[in-house]
């Protein structure tokens, strides 16, 4: 992905693994994990006091949020919570040929289990087609439902989202 988060609104590989969310590529492919990509320093450090296992530090304000990714349990508390929609989970052993891919998701009508859909990249570009295995919604997440699609492993860390026939 090319010019990052300053020129096309969604950060760069380069970005994000430059960047103290992102998990190593031991700890991705070992066990479910968050994956951070906050790359910019806006004001907001809701990450660092929603983990309920002490897995995001956010040292101030302004600074961006590291993942801990040895304390990281891959319980997925952190993504609803996130005002930048910024937080992922990746379970790269899914199945022998399935990475799943949990993202937040604001649109409607919500996609439903078992539906095969368009998987999105960062930019909301289709890359391949992803299988819908869960759809959560709860009282506190407000109004954002968190989508888990398994995809093709090779895709783990590209795809972020969906495109539903309706726009969502
Ligand atoms: S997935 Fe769970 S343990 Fe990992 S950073 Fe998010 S809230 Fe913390
Ligand atoms: S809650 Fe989201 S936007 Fe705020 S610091 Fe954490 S990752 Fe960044």
Do not use: W
């Not at 508390?77 to 949990?102: H, T």
């Not at 391949?128 to 919604?137: D, P, Q």
């Amino acid at each position: 992905m090319r010019g990052g988060v300053a020129v096309s609104g969604a950060p760069s590989m380069e970005e994000l693994e430059g960047s103290p969310g992102f998990p190593s590529k031991e700890r991705l492919v070992k066990e479910t994990v968050a994956v951070i990509e906050c790359v910019q320093e806006i004001p907001c450090d809701v990450c660092g006091s929603i983990c309920p296992h002490n897995a995001i530090e956010v040292t101030s304000v302004k600074s961006l949020p590291r993942l801990v990714e040895e304390e990281c349990t891959g319980c997925g508390v952190c993504i609803p919570f996130c005002p930048g929609l910024a937080i992922f989970l990746v379970d790269y052993n899914y199945s022998g040929e399935e990475a799943l891919i949990s993202f937040p998701h604001e649109f409607h009508p919500l996609p439903e289990v078992g539906a095969s859909v368009e998987a999105t990249d960062r930019r909301g570009r289709s890359v391949t087609k992803g299988r819908v295995v869960r759809v959560t919604e709860r009282e506190n997440y407000d109004c954002t439902v968190v989508v888990s699609i398994a995809v093709p492993k090779k895709f783990a860390q590209l795809v972020r989202g969906i495109k539903l026939p309706g726009g969502g």
